[in-house]
C-alpha cells in the first residue's frame, strides 16, 4: 500500500513537471489585470497639469504594458474627462484629455471614460472585472494622491488584491496649510499609506522579472 502510494506521488510529480512553461505563465496571469489611469497629455510637459517625473512614469508604464500583452494580462485603460464646472484641463474634445502616444490602447483592450476620482464610479469597471473573474489589480497611472489613492482604495473595498508600481506612477507639489509639499514627499506618503493596508508596492523591474 505504502509502495503504491509512493509510486503515486512520483507519477504526479513527474506530471506536473511536465506541464509548459507557456501554459504555467499564462495561469498564474489568468485571474490579474493591468489598470492604467489618467496617463494623458495634460500631465505632461506643456501640458496644463504638469506632473512631476510623468515622462518616466510613462515610459516604465509603457513597459508594464508591453509585458502585460506578452504574458496574456489583461490591459484596462482609463481616461478621465472634466465634465465639472471650472475644470481647467482634460477637458472634452482637446488634445490634452487625449491618452499619452506611448500608452495608448490597442484593439480589443477595455478603454473606461470617467468623470471622477474613482475609476468605478459610474462606470462599468466593476461589472467589466467581475465578468472576467479578475481578482488581482496592478496600478499605474496618475495622479498618485488622487485617482491611483481613490481608485486602488475601492477596489480593495470590493475585495480585490491590489498592487501599485511605484516608479509607473506620479504626483506633483501640493500645498497645505500654507506649506509647500514637494511632490516627492507627496509620493512617499501617499504609497507608504496605501501600503499599510490597501495595497502592495511594487517597481517595475519587479514586475517584468515575473515569469
Given at each position: 500500500?505504502?509502495?503504491a ?86 477637458l ?53 494622491h ?15 488584491n ?50
Amino acid at each position: 500500500m505504502k509502495k503504491a502510494i509512493l509510486n503515486l506521488g512520483v507519477t504526479c510529480l513527474v506530471t506536473l513537471s511536465s506541464i509548459p512553461a507557456v501554459f504555467a505563465q499564462k495561469k498564474a496571469h489568468t485571474n490579474s489585470a493591468l489598470i492604467v489611469i489618467d496617463v494623458q497629455n495634460d500631465y505632461f510637459p506643456d501640458g496644463k497639469m504638469t506632473l512631476s517625473g510623468a515622462n518616466e512614469a510613462a515610459e516604465n508604464t509603457r513597459l508594464l504594458i508591453e509585458k502585460s500583452r506578452k504574458i496574456n494580462m489583461p490591459v484596462i485603460h482609463i481616461q478621465h474627462i472634466a465634465t465639472q464646472e471650472g475644470a481647467t484641463f482634460f477637458l472634452p474634445d482637446t488634445q490634452g484629455a487625449e491618452i499619452y502616444a506611448s500608452v495608448k490602447p490597442i484593439k480589443n483592450e477595455k478603454l473606461i471614460i470617467k468623470h471622477y476620482p474613482n475609476s468605478f464610479r459610474e462606470t462599468d469597471l466593476l461589472k467589466y472585472l467581475q465578468s472576467k473573474n479578475i481578482k488581482n489589480l496592478v496600478f499605474a497611472g496618475m495622479m498618485t494622491h488622487v485617482c491611483i489613492d481613490a481608485t486602488v482604495k475601492a477596489a480593495k473595498d470590493f475585495g480585490f488584491n491590489c498592487e501599485v508600481i511605484a516608479d509607473a506612477t506620479a504626483t506633483r507639489d501640493l500645498e497645505v496649510n500654507g506649506q509647500q509639499v514637494k511632490a516627492a514627499e507627496v509620493q512617499k506618503a501617499l504609497l507608504a499609506a496605501l501600503n499599510f493596508f490597501y495595497a502592495e508596492i511594487g517597481t517595475t523591474q519587479e514586475f517584468l522579472k515575473q515569469p
